[in-house]
């Protein structure tokens, strides 16, 4: 806890604002590029693969305009769960920002490991969010990178997720590319 009239906070409290996101208890932006390069060293003296999805709830902003900003929250709750459902236990699901979210998937066997998750968060996603006593139908789209191929940084990797997730909009969403 923090005693603000005398600036002393607790090293949990501390922890927690800087490494988490506050709405979805998921890890932040900061703790996933400390994770994603902690794969990525891991991963080039094991010479294994390390996956990196980049998500987007698609026509979020809809819910926010027309249900309320208290609606749209709950929504993103919902699909960090989902999206924590789905994951195994070494892998990191983190909150990016506005209805974004990252996943770094390290020791990942084969690509097709990852066409595999992807297609079930899109599973996950098919069951409507039950919103203020509404049922809200949303969906995702997905963007894959794989380390080395596609990158050798966390940034070359973001940068090549990113523009997947562009290109499974394009196509359409409710898909990954």
Known sequence: ECDWSSDVCSSDLI???AYFDQLTALPNRMLFTERMRAALGEASKTRQLVGLMMIDLDRFNSVNETLGHAAGDALLRG???RLVECMRSADTVARMGGDEFALVLPNVSARGDLDI????ILAAFA???SIDN???FVSVSIGIAVYPADGATTEELIKF???????????GRNTFQ
């Not at 523009?163 to 394009?170: D, W």
Request: aromatic fraction near 8%; proline fraction near 7%.
């Open 161 to 171: 997720a990113d523009t997947a997730l562009y290109q499974a909009k394009a196509a």
């Open 127 to 129: 069951p409507p969010f």
């Open 117 to 120: 998750a992807a297609a079930k």
């Open 134 to 136: 509404q049922e809200l």
């Open 15 to 17: 922890h927690s604002v």
């Open 79 to 81: 699909a960090a769960s």
